[in-house]
């Protein structure tokens, strides 16, 4: 069974950090692009950044780029987005994503706040 589980969401004052991880399991996760999205309250849910199973990025938001970071480490299964510089707008929650082919998984979602 495919899972992933995101952490590292919380309250944070504008202007301050967070690292967010996403820990797959169930799958080759070498084989997987992924991605982060975030879904603001009633609005759509957006890309932010994407990164290739090898580690090259391929995606960042306009309103992100200079202040996210999207990483991984294939040994701990495991995908990163460092926060930095929040700001009220980076609201919302945040999901990750792995696609291979046919093969599409959402984890539920971890919830960033930022406070100005």
């Known amino acids: 069974q495919v899972q992933l589980v995101e952490s590292g969401g919380g309250l944070v004052q504008a202007g301050g950090s967070l690292r967010l991880s996403c820990a797959a399991s169930?799958?080759?996760?070498?084989?997987?692009?992924m991605g982060w999205f975030r879904q603001a309250p009633g609005k759509e849910r957006e890309s932010v950044a994407t990164i290739s199973s090898s580690g090259r990025i391929l995606y960042y938001a306009d309103s992100v780029k200079g202040r996210f970071t999207i990483s991984r480490d294939n040994a701990k299964n495991t995908v990163y987005l460092q926060t930095n510089n929040l700001k009220s707008d980076d609201t919302a929650a945040y999901y990750c994503?792995?696609?291979?082919?046919?093969?599409?998984?959402w984890g539920q979602g971890t919830q960033v706040t930022v406070s100005s």
């Open positions: 994503r792995a696609r291979w082919g046919d093969y599409d998984y």
């Open positions: 169930g799958l080759t996760f070498s084989n997987y692009v």
